[in-house]
């Protein structure tokens, strides 16, 4: 009994006074301020400006935000110089956006990116995104009764979920631009009075420099060329004259045929999409003239897919992977020479659009 | 059978007459002693006032004292009433006066006719209170050994049923009973449990949990080895299973083992329901102790230290109903976890009427004002009342009262250490259940040792024409219990 006794007591002074050299510092969450958004903007090539967004809640449950900015050209430094301006030391375990103004991402973003990959407490689902303006003038108007931060990752994610944007976080960017045959894209987004608006996608060359901005028809074939999707999202094609048509609540599938890797025979990419048409401007909608928007949309989509594509060759920039469909099909993968053959090779797309319903009209 | 197994050397009144017996008892003023002369003989009545049935000594000893009868032989031929001891050992005689018995003795004779008369007054059989159950019998045991015996062995009337008594206690001379099923029951459990009783030199017993911390594998732990109830028609069960079942004169609660740490918290109720719902009610009880163990410790260590974890959307909640709140997250912790103890025993100490008063108390006072105060934070008010709430479900009493104490160094541990913390004592914990063994079978089994039989009765309760076998933890000599019909053996 004695023995046992003076275990527990051993034990029990061991772990209340060594807890203090274990270096375990508390972060006791309403004693920190919490940066839930960081923006980046340009100053001149060496120099850039930080803005980081941290909530204020108070007990009337309103919720304020409050900024802090510096000029650096380390982000550590940022840290510091954010830090001496705060009541509360500032943390970045619940950063949720991270944003590059368009004028940096131009010069290359990764070193800007490398100390988000270098924390720990950094999550790799953090959304980041290019902005068009200052990411000060996204980040520091108070929106609603909402933080900044969480407000933008929540509109990001709900694009992704429901609308135009491919699937995109820190993990995917990073595998992008790691992998041989790939280069990544983020989000573009640009102050609204206030509220933020999302414009398209960046893409970025394989030196992660930002280099084209699709447009906005191009979008949706972006994504649907990008991955499978089931998306909210539609599009429209004219079908003759002043007659239009569109559909949402896509499901595409996408396939790549690629006979003979690491040459340059033409690559196929199959797309099926299954549609409801949700607007149509003509007359009556029969089984034929059905039979007519569906050949209507699929050449429309071809022709769309097919510019896209060719214009990501002509810019040397490949968002969509095809470098890393060869590589999963072939054995003598050559990176150099992929890249000399990407620009020249024909990539051929195939739609297949087919409406599946025509909605309730009587 | 009976073992007497106090201490026959410190027995100070090593009498030698039985005069001498009597008189030493005189001193007690409930004794009583008197003479009767018929014709030339002489018979001597002795009996404590207070132990015996004066019904049973006026309507069926006395009246036949008058017969002619020159010997104790003829005299208890004459009489009605069974439980008759003849004896010349004035200790014995002693002792039996002492449990009831009035004693007859004849002058010229050295015998002493012992009569049992002993006053019965205990409680009727009532409801059970501890464990109650909405379905199923209704009746509880009482503190009379003899009562409880018949409440089982009306449940079980085979002869298998094998009883046996042994006296505890110096000064108690309590009566213990050891019940098994032979021919199921192992008998290394019953050797075991009655080796283990039998050495107890103690004074006094006066309940069946002193024998179950008595006998005990590891008498330190926190977790009880024995199950308590106050159920006959749960121990006949066990009984049937295999099990040992120890029954103490004077304690209205019966101790069952070998136990396992998962029948802590099946409730006997379980058996009467149907199987899909009673296996629900048993996840929700397990959900509601691992709840009860974690979740203000887990509170503490992501306020503490890992802020990260909490998703984006509790963030505000969660520092809303903190701001302003002067205490870090460990105190507000122990303050309102200490308030909850506090209450539960002030009600448990209170007499009932009283007792009532403690609800308002509680819930008004302490729970809305703290928080109005701004002195604790109204997400941890729930998550502590809702783990309070969770350590109630358990339906073992002994049970409850071990994962409430266990909740407080998990929460030191994550105040110190954060969820590492947690980690760690949560690892001590699952070592130490893997250790203690109840009457030396393995207590955290069918989880360790793993057994997939045993899993039919033990996170979820499978059908009863599943459980063919009776549990392995048990050991049995005869495993089936679910005898396969007679035309599928051909």
């Known amino acids: 009994m004695r023995i046992l006794f003076a275990k527990l007591a051993l034990i029990l002074l061991l772990i209340s006074v060594l807890s203090g050299c274990m270096g375990v510092e508390s972060k006791v969450l309403d004693e920190i301020n919490l940066a839930t958004a960081i923006g980046y903007d340009y100053v001149d090539k060496t120099h850039f400006e930080a803005i980081a967004v941290t909530p204020l809640y108070y007990p009337d449950k309103t919720i304020k935000n409050i900024t802090f900015s510096s000029k650096s050209s380390l982000s550590k430094d940022v840290r510091d110089e954010m830090n001496q301006q705060s009541e509360r030391p500032i943390f970045s375990g619940k950063l949720e956006v991270v944003l590059y103004e368009k004028r940096l991402a131009k010069q290359g973003i990764f070193y800007l990116i490398d100390t988000l990959i270098r924390d720990p407490s950094i999550g790799t689902t953090l959304k980041l995104g290019i902005v068009e303006g200052s990411s000060k003038g996204v980040l520091s108007p108070q929106f609603g009764n909402i933080d900044k931060g969480i407000y933008l990752s929540n509109t990001i994610e709900q694009n992704i979920k429901m609308g135009m944007l491919p699937k995109t976080n820190l993990h995917l960017f990073l595998y992008a631009h790691y992998s041989e045959g790939m280069d990544p894209f983020l989000p573009i987004v640009k102050a609204l009075d206030g509220k933020v608006y999302i414009k398209g996608n960046a893409m970025f060359n394989s030196k992660g420099e930002y280099v084209y901005q699709t447009k906005s028809r191009e979008n949706v074939i972006f994504k649907m060329l990008y991955e499978n999707t089931t998306s909210k999202e539609g599009f429209s094609t004219k079908i003759e004259g002043r007659e239009f048509a569109s559909v949402n609540n896509i499901k595409t599938k996408r396939s790549y045929k690629i006979s003979k890797p690491m040459t340059d025979t033409p690559i196929t990419i199959d797309l099926e999409i299954k549609a409801l048409l949700r607007e149509y401007t003509g007359d009556e909608v029969t089984p034929k003239m059905i039979k007519i928007i569906e050949d209507k949309m699929s050449k429309d989509v071809k022709e769309r897919s097919e510019n896209l594509v060719r214009n990501f060759q002509k810019l040397h920039v490949d968002p969509l992977g095809i470098g890393e469909q060869v590589r999963t099909r072939t054995r003598s993968w050559d990176k150099k020479k992929w890249d000399e053959i990407y620009t020249s090779i024909p990539i051929n797309v195939n739609a297949k659009v087919e409406i599946l319903e025509s909605g309730v009209v009587e | ?490």
């Open chain 2, 1 to 490: 059978m009976k073992r007497y197994s106090f201490f026959k050397k410190q027995e100070n009144h090593k009498s030698t007459d039985f005069t001498d017996v009597l008189e030493h008892l005189q001193k007690s003023k409930d004794f009583t002693s008197f003479t009767l002369n018929f014709e030339n003989e002489i018979y001597c009545v002795s009996f404590f006032d207070t132990l015996i049935d004066k019904d049973i000594m006026h309507r069926d000893l006395l009246p036949y004292l008058h017969t002619n009868s020159s010997t104790l032989e003829e005299l208890v031929h004459n009489l009605p009433i069974e439980g008759l001891v003849f004896t010349k050992n004035p200790a014995e005689l002693q002792s039996q006066l002492l449990m009831g018995y009035i004693a007859i003795t004849l002058n010229k004779s050295d015998q002493a006719v012992l009569v049992k008369a002993a006053n019965n007054t205990s409680r009727q059989v009532t409801l059970p209170e501890v464990e109650f159950s909405v379905v199923g019998p209704k009746e509880a045991l009482v503190e009379s050994l003899d009562t409880n015996l018949y409440l089982i062995r009306k449940r079980l009337p085979i002869a298998e049923l094998a009883v046996e008594e042994i006296i505890v206690g110096k000064l108690s001379k309590t009566r213990v009973a050891v019940l098994h099923i032979e021919g199921i029951a192992n008998k290394e459990n019953v050797e075991t449990v009655i080796q283990r009783i039998s050495d107890l030199r103690v004074n006094q017993i006066i309940d069946s949990s002193y024998i179950s911390q008595m006998i005990e594998d590891n008498k330190n732990s926190p977790f009880p080895q024995f199950i308590d109830t106050e159920r006959p028609d749960r121990l006949a069960a066990v009984l049937g299973e295999g099990k040992v079942v120890i029954l103490v004169d004077g304690a209205p609660h019966g101790l069952l083992g070998p136990s396992t740490f998962f029948e802590y918290f099946a409730a006997f109720e379980d058996y009467f329901l149907n199987w899909t719902i009673a296996s629900f009610f048993r996840l929700i009880r397990f959900f509601a102790v691992l709840f009860s163990i974690l979740m203000t410790p887990i509170y503490v260590a992501v306020l503490t230290y890992h802020y990260e974890l909490i998703p984006k959307d509790l963030v505000s909640t969660l520092v809303i109903s903190r701001s302003g709140i002067p205490f870090p997250p460990i105190l507000e912790a122990l303050i309102l976890e200490l308030a909850i103890e506090l209450l539960r025993e002030a009600g448990a100490r209170l007499p009932t009427k009283v007792g009532q008063t403690i609800g308002i108390v509680g819930g008004i006072v302490i729970g809305t004002a703290s928080v109005e105060a701004g002195l604790t934070s109204n997400v941890l008010l729930i998550l502590v009342a809702l783990s309070a709430l969770g350590s109630f479900t358990t339906p073992v009493y002994q049970m409850g009262n071990t994962i409430r104490l266990i909740r407080f160094p998990l929460l030191l541990m994550a105040y110190f250490l954060g969820l590492l913390g947690i980690a760690i004592s949560f690892c001590f914990l699952l070592v130490h259940l893997l250790r203690i063994t109840s009457l030396g079978r393995p207590f955290l089994e069918p989880l360790y040792p793993p057994r997939i039989y045993d899993m039919r009765d033990a996170l979820i309760r499978l059908p009863f024409f599943l459980q063919a076998k009776r549990p392995i933890e048990v050991q049995t000599e005869d495993t089936v219990r679910l005898e396969p019909k007679e035309d599928s053996k051909e």
